[in-house]
């Protein structure tokens, strides 16, 4: 059975897409930028981030482009000054709930959290930062997690649990009390299932997973393979 | 053949309860402090006083006035004895056939009683809930058999449909129609779920039905599983309901022994087994989506919706899910018809409601009305208005996703319209009166406290959003707020009303905003003066 093609506008443009793909694939396909966080591609869709959140005509309510398929007849708006607004307070948000000091992060020129900050014309936050003392898991002979720079967007999880099948990450806790944990909550150096891939490290959009012995400029992640190594594990099959 | 099983039941049993001329009903719910001491008590009285063949005591559900509980109800004369000791056991007992006890007894004519409607709760109080005949003898399980023998389900789709039963968990969505969906859904399996994970601080309506009349909600759930096509069913209650969890185990069983669940219920062809699992208290867990991920064994956390649970629930399947409220509302629509239900309430609220009323009224417990009745004679007259010397100040409805009414605004008709048009929500049907004395400032940084510790932590805004506000109330609290304190707290309660992932952190604000369009004078009143701050600088 085929897959029908819709068409559909964006920003007022007329595009059209498969009826299985996503608002934000068709979106991005046409040019259209749509921050997001928690997406990845080649993982699969939670919408939690909340930054990909677009208007469709006809519906008060907001939509996150990441895990809405696409429509005949839809009419998306992707950037709006309501909808900037919300990212913005999305971030300052992010930015508010741990520590996010760019300056001495490892990851400072590569970190999708400042690019996205700075793309929105972010310098200051207005809501206080909730700064909980958090530890530093530096327990691993290879990667590091810092807590502090978490922002919960849980690829980590995903990659470890979608790609990699060894589900050594995972949450627990819940609220603003969530963190990040291998196995069940033992330091990530004494973890039995960790394959030591580095996976997690590479789809981190943050400085919150990084590699040891690695200056600040060599610290740049490479996630664009995943959908890679997804397509020729496909293939073997 | 199955029909005379059941018949010979009702008739033995009914020859077992005329045997008696005295039967002595005691409330054994978790709620009424003691009852198992003074039904202990009242058996031993019975004993020390000869009267076994005359005098039955009977453990039944909540009778609803807990305030003046635990009650003793004492057929066929209709006595209600209220705040009963074990101590009055020997002399309830003695009076019986004689004049009632004058200090022990409740007014027969008192509003909280007369000025209910009930359905749902018709039988609470009058039966024991763990008794299967009980149930019998009251009418119970003639819905599912008329229905299994006259009707299809298309019949049954259309009834619901007719009366215009709207969901009872909250959101109000038109039960007829989440039926019908799942009906036409494509797959199979097909699930049914029922949501007892009730966790609004208040709120007893689900623990109560549950432990009052367990067979009544499975018969629900039995023809719902008729009507849509479900094979399947599971109640998804919350551990901290030890009492319900063990009656609905019990109920369970014995209508899995009598083929009232299980294979070829009464001689039909429908199949339909019921399972419960038991969830470990996560507010979260009550929306649907994440409900279904924890009874799959995973982590509680919600998801976006669509594809709706109707198209892809449990493990992919069409899954039908309703609170426990709106299964029980099935068995009397079915036996009534749906013009019954439709010609109760208003045009767009069908039926009755119950709500669990609490707070400073003088009456407080378990209440049903039907829908439209206004919240002064809820709390006028079936509260018994204010406890002495205070004055009204507002009722919150819908828990910690609903709103504050103010006294001025209390002509307000209980509907799903009026009440979302104040900015708060019918909700499951809490029901909390305040009066002058509190503040609320107080009550709204409670209510933001619960879903600080409830939110799942999954999306932004709820995770970090209901801790920003939070803090902020905080800041109200300890009178050092600012207007740009004030200015934030609407933004962020803006924020997470529209891009919250689930309900818990959309509605997470209602009490805040409701709050600051009826009572922002309160708010005002707690942020620092310029003067005040002179005063705190060194």
Known sequence: MTTPILTLTIDGKEVSGLATETILQVARENGFSIPTLCWLEGLTSVGSCRLCMVELRGSTALHPACITLIQEGMTVTTSSERLLRYRRAIIELLFSERNHACAVCVVNGHCELQSLAQQLGLDHISFPGLYPALPVDASHSRFVMDHNRCILCTRCVRVCSEIEGAHTWDVKDRGIRSRIVADLDTPWGDSTTCTGCGKCVHVCPTGALFEKGKSVAEMFKKPPALPYLKATRAQEV | ?538
């Open chain 2, 1 to 538: 053949m199955h029909r005379e099983k059941i018949d010979r039941i009702i008739t033995e049993h009914r020859q077992f309860l005329d045997q008696f001329n005295h039967h002595v009903f005691v409330c054994s719910g978790l709620g009424c402090p003691r009852n198992d001491e003074i039904r202990r008590a009242l058996e031993r009285a019975v004993q020390t006083q000869h009267l076994q063949d005359a005098v039955l005591i009977r453990k039944v559900g909540c009778m609803g006035l807990c305030s003046a509980g635990p009650l003793v109800l004492i057929q066929p004369q209709e006595l209600m004895y209220q705040g009963v000791q074990p101590e009055d056991a020997e002399e309830i007992i003695a009076s019986l056939g004689k004049s009632p006890i004058q200090r022990l007894l409740l007014p027969a004519d008192l509003a909280f009683f007369t000025r209910q409607h009930k359905n749902v709760l018709r039988l609470s109080g009058r039966i024991d809930p763990e008794s299967l005949p009980d149930y019998l003898v009251a009418g119970g399980y003639q819905a599912l058999l008329k229905t299994l023998a006259t009707l299809q389900p298309p019949d049954i789709l259309r009834s619901i449909q007719d009366s215009g039963l709207r969901g009872r968990g909250g959101a109000g969505y038109p039960t007829g129609l989440k039926w019908a969906t799942v009906a036409k859904a494509q797959g199979s399996p097909k699930y049914l779920i029922c949501n007892a994970d009730e966790g609004d601080p208040g709120a007893f309506m689900d623990r109560s039905l549950l432990e009052s009349t367990p067979h009544a909600i499975l018969e629900g759930m039995i023809m719902a599983a008729y009507a849509v096509g479900a094979s399947q069913g599971f109640i998804y209650i919350r551990a901290e309901y030890p009492l319900a969890v063990q009656r609905l185990k019990r109920v369970i069983r014995d209508a899995e022994q009598n083929n009232l669940l299980g294979h070829s219920i009464c001689g039909s062809n429908l199949n339909f087994h019921i399972q419960i699992r038991l969830g470990a208290g996560a507010f979260v867990c009550g929306e649907e989506t994440a409900l279904i991920r924890s009874i799959e064994g995973k982590r509680g956390l919600p998801r976006p919706r669509p594809p709706y649970p109707a198209e892809k629930g449990l493990w992919g399947c069409p899954t039908l899910i309703n609170n426990v409220e709106t299964y029980a509302n099935i068995p009397p629509l079915i036996t009534h018809g749906p013009e019954w239900c439709a010609n109760l309430g208003t045009d767009k609220s069908r039926g009755t409601k119950v709500f669990a009323l609490t707070g400073r009224v003088r009456h407080t417990g378990l209440i049903e009305v039907p829908m439209g009745m206004r919240l002064r004679e809820i709390v006028d007259d079936i509260g018994g208005g204010l406890t002495e010397g205070h004055t009204l100040k507002a009722v919150q409805t819908g828990g910690p996703s609903g709103g504050c009414i103010p006294a001025a605004l209390l002509d307000t008709p209980v509907s799903y319209e009026s009440l979302n048009e104040l900015g708060s929500i019918m909700g499951s049907g809490g029901m909390i009166v305040i009066d002058e004395t509190s503040s609320m400032v107080d009550i709204v940084t409670y209510f933001m406290a619960f879903c600080r510790d409830e939110s799942c932590g999954k999306c932004t805004p709820c995770r970090v959003g209901t801790a920003q506000i939070h803090n902020l109330l905080i800041k109200f609290q300890n009178h050092r707020a600012t207007m740009a304190d004030l200015e934030m707290l609407e933004w962020l309660c803006d924020l997470l009303k529209n891009t919250s992932l689930c309900g818990l952190g959309q509605s997470a604000p209602n009490p805040v905003l409701s709050a600051l369009r009826f009572f922002r004078r309160e708010f005002l009143d707690c942020i620092a003066t310029e003067q005040a701050h002179e005063e705190v600088k060194p």
